[in-house]
């Protein structure tokens, strides 16, 4: 194993000499949490900067640190070229056929020097085909062709899903999801909109702002019944017809809907859901590197995506808890045009949020370009590293210069710029300066051999072949929010039949400080884990599905057309109904439920909340909590009134009565306490604890992002330990090697001095035909005394070798030591592959509460086996 197999930190390359145009041996780690800060990596063509920027995004997926690469070339989809044997014949479907004949070679003989090439250049760089197997056991490899389904194709029209909660409450970073959606949106018609001017751009905010604030999302169908009859008669203070009249929003409509029926254009509709965590990640947990190649489509529908695309990375980074380790990278190449120093591209916004706010979350962006005069320099002034690369004019070196030094001052770091000036200009290919704010100061180096074979872009039919569609889907993970229990919990006790206002988002329903749920089965959208979520059970088993309630004949007495006359005391909710006419209302009872979990030694406070639909039994027990269902139901998806010319089913004697709904809310804490448990999964190495409502697939994440950061940490505190004795013995390296320039330039000169010496004495004494006189023996008495100091000077040299050699050896010792005691500190548990235990907890009998149990009408309609449930 080469030494720069360290954990957390990503072998570079080795130092080069700009003055002697010389690689040297000291190699060049760069520490993975030095990325949080973000980087910016800017080179001409020919420069290396593609293969600087594929060899650090496969030192992330070795170091388990998946990554979103957004590819406008086509050429970063040789990620996934990666051949652990080297052999011709894997690189021979995959090399340049024009390449062979320009080089004078059939395919055959040219795959075999390809390989032969890749063979020796890792052996150069201490790498081997060995390592490029780890690389591809330690992370799975998918190139995502959005619009196309040459690889893995992506949904990303099918529907506009709503953000998170917590996004939803920062107003800002809500409307700048809005305005930049929009924006994108408009730019795929051609719509050149500006955000405060526009009426197309205003009308789709507002929609969009209404519709993701309820948090319902919006498919690109509902957006066109949308403009043409909006969710609200006014915008702003204007009439909506004044401000934007029925003929011209049909006639936007219509251009949208033209969009929508467009050949080809069904590709945008089709494929996996657009999911950050389920892309970055697969369903065992394995860390992606996913490739987003876009270099099939047009510039309009380039910007769209990516904003598309950075508006979700953005949403997902919200959701993550904070670290100062890297959790993930997001890497673009070619960023001009999407940055741009004036302009304000549906792209820019989320790119500059994201520059300003992933590192709090452990998201590291890396921005490339081969182009840097057309950059926001004001914005890439957080990136905390900037690897500079050979550069075509002087234009170009003067404003990467500016930039460079504006990242210096902002992180209040020194720059010097003439010194930067030089060494770019004796920059050849692929050497690049790297100027780190996290280090003493700026490093030159040339880039190591990449693991992945670079061929060059990939056309469409290579991309389908390399990914073979024979991978299983990242798929979607949706999850089920809380809603606040205070309006049902009001009207139990009395008050007058209602709705609350509207809460945000749906958001899963195990989240910690949310309220009881009350949602939508078919709110639902997600493929299920491999492994099922610890989650609050109940026996016997239930079904989630409230469509599937056992209604008792035995309780009916036949519909009415008329609804029945009930006690104010007692509340009444509707379950919103799917279908339009022949609805026939049928009683149930709907009951909210809470249960508190604790377990001070596992430190474990979690609360289940759900909701159950019970029918009207025929015998003695009018309801039997044991036998209802678990339903998930929204409280803003239940209707105030019924639909428009319902029946109704009649009420039985017992619901009628509102002293009934307390006897079943203590008959529901009862079952609750009886039945209720809470089963987490616990790790042994570490004893953490999952989460309420938390996969084993996020859990075992979490984990792993904390062995990360115990790993991150645990190595800050030895380097403050051996940086003393590391620095001193650098200290004593750098003097011993100026006493040996020294000793070697006195011994180089004593040298000189014998040898001219000797000279004058053997020409004296030959061509002046003389005999051995004392001036000659006198010259020759010098000569013996020159060669005497010359080997005196040629053992200090010696000495002072020995000395800056034994140093070295010191101070290797000293790194192999401080590496030894990282790797005894880190465990050796994978969080992955660790076998997790499952405990279950129960409550206590006052940790169960049932905040309401009311009469709730569930539509249903006339079938051929009786009534049948017809709710959304």
């Avoid at 008669?233 to 204007?238: H, K, L, N």
């Avoid at 990278?329 to 916004?349: C, H, R, T, W």
């Avoid at 749920?517 to 491999?530: C, E, K, M, Q, R």
């Avoid at 159950?612 to 139901?633: K, M, N, T």
């Amino acid at each position: 194993m080469q030494d720069f197999e360290k954990l957390g930190a990503f072998y570079l390359g080795k130092v080069y000499d700009v003055d002697e145009r010389a690689r040297r041996d000291e190699i060049v780690m760069y520490d993975s949490k030095d990325l949080v800060t973000h980087a910016v990596c800017v080179g001409m063509t020919g420069s290396g900067k593609t293969g600087l920027c594929v060899g650090l995004i496969e030192e992330a997926a070795i170091d388990g640190i998946p990554s979103i690469v957004i590819d406008p070339k086509g050429d970063l989809s040789n990620l996934l070229l990666t051949f652990p044997e080297l052999r011709a014949a894997d690189f021979r479907a995959w090399v340049n056929a024009e390449d062979a004949t320009k080089a004078g070679l059939s395919v055959d003989e040219f795959a075999g020097k390809q390989a032969e090439a890749w063979s020796k250049g890792l052996a150069e760089w201490g790498q081997s085909g060995e390592r490029i197997g780890r690389l591809r056991g330690a992370a799975d490899f998918a190139i995502y062709t959005p619009g196309s389904s040459a690889g893995i194709p992506v949904s990303v029209l099918r529907s506009f899903e709503a953000p998170p909660p917590a996004l939803v409450e920062d107003r800002e970073l809500f409307r700048e999801r809005v305005s930049g959606t929009v924006s994108s949106l408009l730019g795929l018609l051609s719509i050149e909109a500006d955000p405060l001017r526009s009426r197309e751009h205003i009308l789709l905010s507002t929609i969009l702002t209404g519709e993701w604030s309820a948090g319902r999302g919006v498919d690109l169908a509902a957006l066109i019944r949308l403009i043409q009859q909006p969710p609200t008669a006014r915008i702003g203070v204007m009439d909506l017809e004044t401000f934007f009249p029925a003929a011209d929003r049909f006639a936007l409509a219509m251009q949208m809907n033209s969009l929508l029926a467009a050949p080809g254009f069904e590709a945008w509709m089709e494929g996996e859901a657009l999911d950050i965590g389920s892309i970055l990640y697969t369903p065992a947990g394995k860390p992606r590197v996913a490739v987003f190649s876009i270099a099939h489509l047009n510039d309009a529908e380039r910007m769209f995506f990516v904003s598309l695309l950075f508006n979700q990375i953005l949403a997902w980074v919200r959701q993550q808890s904070g670290t100062t380790s890297l959790r993930a990278l997001v890497y673009m190449d070619e960023i001009a045009g999407y940055f741009p120093p004036v302009a304000n591209p549906p792209s820019k916004q989320a790119m500059l949020t994201l520059m300003k706010q992933a590192r709090a979350f452990g998201v590291g962006m890396v921005l490339a370009t081969q182009n840097p005069v057309d950059l926001d320099y004001k914005g890439l002034a957080n990136a905390g590293t900037w690897f500079l690369g050979r550069l075509q004019t002087e234009r170009d070196k003067a404003r990467v210069l500016d930039g460079l030094e504006g990242a210096a001052a902002a992180a209040s770091a020194a720059f010097d710029r003439d010194a930067c000036d030089r060494i770019l200009s004796g920059l050849g290919s692929r050497v690049f300066l790297m100027n780190n704010v996290h280090e003493d100061g700026p490093v030159v180096f040339q880039t190591r051999w990449t693991m992945s074979y670079l061929r060059g872009p990939l056309t469409r039919g290579q991309i389908k072949q390399l990914s073979g569609h024979a991978r299983g889907g990242a798929g979607s993970v949706g999850g089920v929010g809380g809603a606040s229990e205070s309006t049902l919990a009001s009207d139990a006790a009395g008050g007058a039949p209602g709705v609350g206002a509207p809460i945000p988002g749906p958001a899963s329903r195990a989240t910690p400080g949310l309220g009881p749920t009350i949602a939508s089965a078919s709110g639902t959208s997600s493929v299920p884990a491999p492994v099922p979520a610890p989650e609050m059970t109940r026996s016997p088993a239930t079904t989630p599905a409230a469509s599937r309630v056992n209604i008792s004949t035995a309780a009916r007495v036949g519909a009415d057309r008329s609804r029945p006359v009930l006690a104010p005391e007692i509340p009444q909710y509707f379950l919103p109904a799917r279908v339009e006419g022949g609805v026939v209302y049928v009683p149930m009872v709907l009951g909210l439920g809470k249960v508190f979990f604790s377990d001070s030694k596992l430190g474990v406070e979690e609360t289940e909340t759900h909701s159950w639909l019970a029918a009207f039994g025929g015998g003695p027990i009018a309801v039997d909590w044991e036998h209802a269902e678990r339903v998930d139901v929204w409280e803003r998806d239940l209707d105030k009134s019924p639909a428009d010319g319902a029946a109704f089913e009649s009420v039985p004697t017992d619901a009628a009565k509102a002293k009934s709904y307390e006897l079943w809310k203590k008959d529901l804490a009862g079952e609750l306490y009886r039945s209720a448990k809470l089963e987490l999964l616990q790790s042994p190495s570490s004893g953490e604890v999952s989460k309420l409502g938390e996969s084993e697939k996020d859990f075992r994440l979490r984990l792993q992002q904390a062995a990360r950061e115990d790993r991150d940490a645990k190595a800050e505190q030895l380097r403050r330990k051996y940086a003393p004795k590391m620095t001193t013995l650098q200290e004593r390296i750098r003097r011993a090697e100026q006493q040996l320039a020294v000793q070697e330039e006195q011994a180089k000169s004593a040298k000189m001095q014998t040898a001219i010496s000797f000279g004058s004495a053997i020409l004296s004494a030959f061509l002046g035909r003389k005999k051995i006189s004392s001036g000659n023996v006198g010259r020759v008495g010098t000569v013996a005394r020159g060669m005497t100091r010359q080997s005196k000077e040629s053992s200090d040299v010696d000495r002072a070798e020995d000395t800056v050699g034994a140093l070295r050896v010191q101070l290797k010792d000293l790194e192999a030591q401080f590496q030894s005691d990282l790797d005894a500190m880190v465990s050796k548990i994978d969080p992955l592959t660790e076998e997790l235990e499952t405990i279950a907890l129960k409550p206590k009998k006052t940790n169960v509460t049932v905040p309401a149990v009311v009469l709730c009408w569930v539509p249903h309609v006339r079938g051929a086996a009786g009534l049948e449930g017809a709710w959304r």
